[in-house]
């Protein structure tokens, strides 16, 4: 583009002139005047540029090599998770993952055993209540001695009694909790029908489970049931134990750490503990089994000796305690109900599970023929409380009960007509939320696996529980509200959080005692 002198042809002519006489003026300029009003600035003005550019280049340099800063979350956590820049292989406990339904199930892992139990079991190829056909007690036998010494433990001292490997999985610790290691976890979640929304829902809840826990290490429930401190920190911890959470845990990645939470929790439940075995601020046998359970999944987790003699102790002190018909009532020596038989038997489960715990056989004996009293039908597959009868709560501890110290597996056919007896009485049901019912109900369901689990009971339980937790941004978001049923009357939110993590957990809590083979997978292929 010309400039305005262009279109003037009188200035364009002495602008040569003007220049000469620039030049002409120059050449007459002193050496020392030139040097001291040209070439000195314009020396200063570039070293000037070369200084700054210099400058630049190191701290563009020093800020492209410096480690990434992290900004702690402004999340309030009573445990703040340790921070790693290689992130863990399995980051199950993030509370922020999952939030698309879309999302794979978990993540990949190959760490899950090819057998769950030591002792070859025979079990037909099609698992699934639809198959079961044998009317047979008993779908495989525990391995001899397995339950424990025929020598019980008898009176109310709680004697410490010294196991030899009465778990039932050989003498490899922990075998049964196998399914709460990282990769294991993601692998059962797959597998099960749980998915990173479900996961999300469950690192929520601990979160705020986390929050809850008092000074002195315990929790509290918010109902009727206040002053039971035992049950409420047996019960609390039970979420952080099936996540693979323990008083040994070491943080990796960004996996929230809840270490000091679980062994607050444990120092509280020994320090409560009496020399009978019994615990302080305790109510009865309820809270003492859960206590128990707790004491004992650390201990099969952990293999932490220090927990030998006082998970031992607990142990006897439920075998004491038994009543005269096999039941177990609310305190000592009396009898009771399905119900708290279902208590007692998932503690001397958790104790089988422990190679170093013996468990009297006399007293799962004993049980069994209780439950057999309140069985209702030929093949036994229904319960009442405490008389025969067809109660859908009941039915489920009982089940339950069967399948982990009775022997019947997915094959049985009592254990088939029970499914079917729960699925047609009541499945997951917002309009009738008894939290209660669901958590053992999820557990005979997933054991059973087959059509009625990965089709019907689980995507519908999965999600319900999802849809019911609290949202972030909301008071008490990562809890549940209490149901309207015994459970949330006397536990509170609290109890209402603890019963729904663990249903939510149902996938890698707890390792089948039966092998598993491909038929599940396929069902749960045809179920998405």
């Keep these: 583009m010309a400039s305005p ?3 003037d042809d009188g200035k364009a002519a002495t602008a040569p002139k003007q220049a000469v006489i620039r030049r002409i003026q120059g050449t007459e300029e002193s050496g020392q005047h ?10 200063v003005v570039s070293g000037a540029v070369h200084v700054m550019l210099i400058v630049t280049l190191i701290t563009a340099d020093y800020l492209m090599g410096s480690p990434k800063t992290v900004t702690q979350s402004d999340q309030e956590l009573t445990v703040v998770p340790q921070v790693d820049e290689k992130p863990s292989d399995a980051d199950l406990l993030n509370p922020e993952i999952g939030l698309d339904p879309q999302t794979p199930t978990a993540i990949e892992a190959d760490k899950l055993a090819d057998v769950n139990v030591q002792d070859a079991v025979q079990t037909p190829d099609n698992p699934g209540i639809a198959e079961a056909t044998s009317d047979n007690k008993q779908d495989f036998m525990p391995a001899p001695g397995g339950i424990g010494s025929d020598q019980g433990v008898i009176g109310d001292a709680g004697n410490f009694l010294a196991g030899n490997g009465g778990g039932g999985f050989g003498n490899a610790v922990g075998n049964a909790f196998l ?9 059962m ?27 002195a290490g315990n929790w509290q429930y918010d109902g009727s049931s206040r002053t039971d401190t035992i049950a409420a920190t047996g019960m609390s911890m039970l979420p952080f134990l099936a996540a693979g959470q323990t008083h040994k845990s070491v943080s990796k990645g960004n996996d929230y750490n809840y270490k000091a939470n679980v062994e607050a929790g444990l120092k509280y439940l020994i320090a409560n503990q009496l020399p009978n075995g019994h615990f302080k601020n305790s109510s009865g046998m309820y809270s003492h089994a859960i206590a128990a359970i707790a004491l004992c999944e650390l201990l099969g987790m952990t293999g932490d000796k220090n ?15 038994q009543g005269p018909n096999g039941s177990w009532g609310y305190m000592t020596g009396t009898n009771g109900d399905t119900s708290i038989v279902g208590w007692q038997i998932q503690a001397l489960q958790s104790a089988k599970l422990c190679k170093e715990l013996t468990v009297d056989k006399r007293s799962i004996e004993k049980s069994l023929k209780f439950l057999d009293t309140v069985a209702n039908g030929s093949q036994k597959a229904t319960y009442g409380y405490n008389s025969p009868g067809s109660n859908k709560v009941m039915t489920s501890v009982a089940l339950l009960c069967r399948y982990y110290v009775g022997g019947w597996g997915p094959q049985n056919q009592g254990m088939a007509e029970g499914v079917k007896f729960l699925m047609k009485t009541q499945q997951p049901d ?15 369901l997933h054991f059973v696996e ?6 019907f009971w689980n995507p519908a339980m999965r999600d319900l529980l999802i849809d019911l937790q609290v949202p972030q941004g909301k008071n008490q978001a990562g809890s549940w509200d209490a149901d309207t049923h015994l459970l949330g009357t006397s536990c509170g939110r609290l109890g209402a959080t603890c019963m729904s993590l663990l249903t939510l957990e149902v996938y890698y809590r707890h390792l089948p005692l039966y092998k598993r083979d491909t038929a599940g997978l396929k069902e ?3 179920a998405k």
């Design 5 to 7: 002198d262009d279109k």
């Design 524 to 526: 749960l292929e045809r």
């Design 34 to 43: 030139r040097l001291l009003s040209k070439h000195i600035p314009a020396w």
């Design 430 to 444: 917002k309009n009738n939320l008894d939290l209660y019912y669901y958590y053992y109900a999820t557990q005979v």
């Design 307 to 321: 927990l030998v003699i006082p998970c031992q102790k607990a142990i006897n002190y439920i075998v004491a305690a």
């Design 189 to 215: 979640l797959a597998s099960g029908g749980g998915n990173t929304i479900s996961e999300a829902a469950v690192a929520r809840g601990l979160v705020w489970l986390a929050k809850q826990q008092k000074a």
């Design 179 to 187: 399914g709460r290691g990282a990769a294991t976890r993601s692998k």
């Design 450 to 455: 087959g059509e009625e689990w990965y089709k």
